[in-house]
């Protein structure tokens, strides 16, 4: 399963790089707006650190203007993605811009119909948002097993973004059945690496290595 963070923030991007288990960015104009930095020297910071595919929202409602904002996003970088939003307009502009050889990435996708739409329109990448499911009492794990198996079912390349990731276990259970990849926040994957018997476990290994004769280090 690849890793991607869901984020603005380079600090955490930096970190993750640091760690060796970052694989692509995700950012939506929340995230972009969080940082209170202006977009194209968050973009550009962002494009120089991360070589995997860093997906870039549009903010058009109609087909043309999803175009035309996805190809000048495309133009900032290779690994660029262009966040596309489940409309109908939408899957118009992800048909146009596929074909000019410019990876989509459809958001905000909340129904397995929606992500076979996605896939039928020849996305790269579909993202189910799990986390704003379940908050509406909804079974957003369901929803990543339904688009997996309509995907294997049909042989649609389009990946599979886990997206609106909330806790460790929703990236657990998605690499379960099988989910190509896992956007997420910083603080969510600080949290996969730990738990409290490691710590218990090194601070007692660590308390017993004082008692041992003729340490080398
Ligand atoms: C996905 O690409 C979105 O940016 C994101 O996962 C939305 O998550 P949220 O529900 O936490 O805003």
Redesign the pocket.
Known sequence: MQFFL?TGMVDEIKQALDWGILDGV???P??IAKTGRPFMEVVEEILKLVDGPV?LETVSRDAKGMVEEGKRLAELGDNVVV?IPMTPEGMKAVQELESEGIPT?V?LVFSPSQALIAGKAGASYV?P?I??IDDTSGDGMKLIRDVVQIFNNYQIETQV?V????HPMHVVEAALIGADIC?M?FEVMKKLFQHPLTDKGIELFLKDWEKVPGRPF
């Open positions: 869901d995700t950012t939506n929340t995230l997906s966040k990435n958001t993202s948002f986390g704003r973004i997206a609106s990731v909330r956007t926040p």
